[in-house]
C-alpha cells in the first residue's frame, strides 16, 4: 500500500508518519521508485503500537523509542521485552532515605518472597509500592497487602495473560499488554468504587434512589 493508503487505514497523518520514519519509531517500506515506497501489515501494526504508547500509554517519545528498540530486538525475550513498555508505563517515583523509607522497601521485598513472584529488583513497581506504604502507613492504616496481592494475581493469572498474543508479532503483543494494564486498570479502579458505593449502600439499608436527580 502507498503511504496515502496507510494513513488511511491507520488514521495517522501523513506527515506523522514522516516524523517516524525520521526518527526510527517507523521501520521504512519497499522502495519501488525513486519518490514511492509501499508498506504492509507490519507498518500498520507498528503505527498501532505508536498510538497505544502515546494516546494510550501517555509516553513521550524518547520512551516510546526504548520501547520500539525493544521490540525490534530480536535477541531480547519476549518477557524482557513486555518488561521494558511495562516499566516505561510506570510512573516516576522518588525514592526516600529515611526509615520509612527502607521499611516500607523491605516489607515489599518480603511480601513479594513470600508469595514467590519472580520480579526483577529494579523493577519501578517495587518503589511506587513501598511509596505507597510509606503513606498507609503514616496515616495509621493497615499495612497488610496480602489480600490485595492475592486478588491481583487471579486477575492477571485467570484473565489478563490469556489475553496477550504471546506467540504472535512483537509488536501486537507489547500493544495488547499497553491497552489492557491501561485501560483495564482503569476499569478496575471505576467497577472497585461502583463495588464500595454498592456494598455501602446493602450494608447501610440505603436505596440508590435517593441520589436519583442529586
Request: net charge negative; proline share 3%; no cysteine.
Amino acid at each position: 500500500m502507498r503511504m496515502s493508503q496507510l494513513s488511511a487505514e491507520s488514521g495517522v497523518a501523513i506527515a506523522t508518519i514522516k516524523y517516524y520514519l525520521r526518527e526510527g519509531l517507523l521501520h521504512q517500506g519497499e522502495q519501488v521508485a525513486a519518490t514511492r515506497a509501499e508498506y504492509d501489515e507490519s507498518h500498520l501494526r507498528r503505527l498501532r503500537l505508536i498510538r497505544a504508547l502515546l494516546e494510550v500509554g501517555r509516553l513521550p517519545i524518547t520512551s516510546i523509542k526504548k520501547v520500539i528498540e525493544a521490540v525490534d530486538d530480536e535477541s531480547m525475550s519476549v518477557h524482557d521485552m513486555l518488561g521494558t513498555a511495562h516499566y516505561a508505563l510506570s510512573p516516576a517515583v522518588e525514592t526516600g532515605e529515611g526509615e520509612e523509607w527502607v521499611a516500607a522497601r523491605e516489607q515489599v521485598d518480603h511480601l513479594l518472597t513470600v508469595l514467590g513472584w519472580q520480579v526483577y529488583s529494579t523493577a519501578p513497581a517495587r518503589d511506587e509500592l513501598a511509596q505507597t506504604l510509606v503513606k498507609i502507613r503514616q496515616l495509621g492504616l493497615n499495612t497488610d497487602l496480602t489480600a490485595y496481592a492475592e486478588a491481583a494475581y487471579r486477575l492477571v493469572t485467570d484473565i489478563e495473560l490469556d489475553t496477550f498474543p504471546l506467540e504472535g508479532p512483537r509488536d501486537t503483543a507489547v500493544e495488547a499488554l499497553v491497552l489492557g494494564t491501561v485501560l483495564y486498570g482503569r476499569a478496575f479502579d471505576a467497577l472497585r468504587r461502583l463495588a464500595q458505593e454498592s456494598e455501602s449502600a446493602r450494608r447501610l439499608n440505603v436505596s440508590p434512589r435517593g441520589r436519583e436527580g442529586a
